[in-house]
């Protein structure tokens, strides 16, 4: 077995033959979808295009973009898989589903082809981290229809002993941690951090009572951020490894994953086609400039996904990366909808964590307010103090705003600092923005 790539020939391949293959699949898949996704037919007649007008990349870039809401509709109108479905339905081999608040469960179907790609191009990544047969992976995320599950079965790809843990309980996750000797567990990073602080104030010693040496986190931002990264540490140890995976439920499991660099998420670009535009005007930005992810599945014929606004804001790196693979990276800064502007300003959860995460004073724990100021928005930080802190609250409460200040140029109008487990937890997902101008 290749020591470093899971497969060498891929993760290598010159970025001219990534740009043929892409363009290639691309090509396929929007004729499979023209002629069999009445979605997507009635979608490109509206604006006059077919697939023989497809010439170039920029022919293609003229082609509609469309998000989460217009599938929402769609599949309310044409239940339960809409119209993008483009196979009989007893081609479906997985359904997963993505989180809704209102109308049709946003189911997303797959082809068995296409979860064997799942969990080919995890193994990828998980490989890629570290990953390897002598290993003993924990799953921790949600299982019940989430588009993460066939993931773990590139665990038994790579020959590693995997544990289907989902959300067990915390007393039955430490037990069962314990007694099989898990060495990797995938989770959120929030919850990888606030696991290790619950086990070390419950009287545990990380090094001794676990073998716990991997965290590869996904579900949210943090775990390419050097300062999450660094609380992480500061937990479970200096020699932690940390990796991160990308994907969502409308289009696939894993569509970027880090290396050991931590320079970004190496596309699966043999499968995915990533576009950065302007959310406002929907122009494509250069490289390097932050705007909306636009991907495209290009390997996924059960129910295209072309040019979808994924909703996360982010940018992408196209120069070498160290570790020698040749895919593009993306980094994702978060959530559009989580984003604010504060006088003029773009400010992103992960930026503030950013520097919550440097200051020792506190713990990690944090919780952003947007508010209403007159014709702007202002917003505010709840935090907690780290215990055995010298520190007073008014004293961290300018420290912190002054580093906000520094660093985002958008100062909060007011930090509010707290004692230990004051801040409301969440077992899996971290809630960090409350928008009080929607109430």
């Known amino acids: 077995m290749d020591p470093e790539f899971w497969n060498r020939e891929i993760e290598t391949m010159p ?3 990534i740009k043929a293959l892409q363009w290639k699949l691309m090509k396929n898949m929007v004729t499979h979808a023209y002629n069999n996704a009445p979605f997507y037919k009635n979608m490109y007649n509206n604006v006059g295009i077919t697939p023989n007008d497809i010439k170039t990349w920029s022919d293609f870039k003229k082609l509609p973009t469309f998000a989460k ?3 929402r509709t769609d599949i309310e109108n044409n239940p339960p898989y809409s119209s993008l479905l483009a196979v009989d339905k007893r081609e479906i081999s997985f359904i997963s589903n993505s989180s809704g608040t209102t109308g049709q469960p946003m189911i997303s179907p797959y082809c068995k082809e296409e979860v064997d790609n799942i969990v080919d191009v995890s193994a990828r990544f ?3 981290q570290g990953l390897r047969k002598e290993d003993v992976y924990m ?3 949600n299982m019940s229809l989430f588009v993460a599950s066939p993931s773990i079965m590139s665990v038994h790809e790579i020959g590693a002993a995997a544990i289907w843990a989902g959300i067990l309980p915390y007393e039955r996750l430490v037990q069962m941690a314990q007694a099989v000797e898990a060495t990797t567990l995938l989770t959120t990073p929030s919850f990888a951090w606030r696991f290790g602080e619950k086990l070390i104030n419950d009287g545990y010693d990380l090094k001794k009572d676990f073998k716990i040496k991997r965290f590869i986190v996904a579900g949210e931002p943090g775990g390419s951020i050097p300062e999450t990264q660094r609380a992480l540490r500061e937990v479970w140890g200096e020699d932690l490894q940390i990796g991160e995976v990308y994907g969502m439920s409308e289009v696939y499991g894993c569509l970027a994953g880090a290396c050991k660099a931590h320079d970004g998420l190496h596309i699966a670009e043999d499968h995915i086609f990533v576009e ?5 005007t929907g122009k494509e930005l250069p490289d390097g400039e932050t705007g909306e992810i636009v991907v495209t599945a ?9 040019r979808y606004r994924t909703g996360d804001m982010g940018w992408i790196d196209r120069s070498q990366c160290v570790c020698g693979r040749t895919h593009a990276r993306i980094h994702v800064a978060g959530r559009r909808d989580n984003m604010f502007i504060v006088s003029g300003v773009n400010v992103f959860p992960s930026d503030i964590e950013g520097v919550v995460r440097q200051m020792p004073e506190l713990n990690g724990e944090f919780v952003v307010h947007i508010q209403n100021d ?10 907690e103090r780290k215990s055995g802190c010298l520190l007073s609250c008014e004293e961290i409460a300018l420290k912190l705003k002054k580093m906000l200040k520094k660093v985002l140029i958008a100062a909060p109008k007011t930090v509010n600092v707290y004692e230990e487990n004051t801040l409301p937890r969440n077992d899996m997902k971290a809630v960090r923005i409350i928008d009080d101008r929607k109430k």
């Not at 950065?276 to 406002?280: A, F, G, R, S, V």
């Not at 290009?298 to 072309?306: E, G, N, S, Y």
């Not at 007159?374 to 935090?383: E, G, H, N, P, Q």
């Open 374 to 383: 007159r014709l702007s928005a202002c917003y505010t930080v709840d935090v």
């Open 139 to 141: 799953h921790c995320l």
């Open 276 to 280: 950065i535009i302007d959310p406002e």
């Open 69 to 71: 809401p217009d599938m």
């Open 298 to 306: 290009l390997t996924k014929t059960c129910r295209p996904m072309i």
């Open 15 to 17: 970025i001219e033959e």
């Open 126 to 128: 998980f490989y890629a």
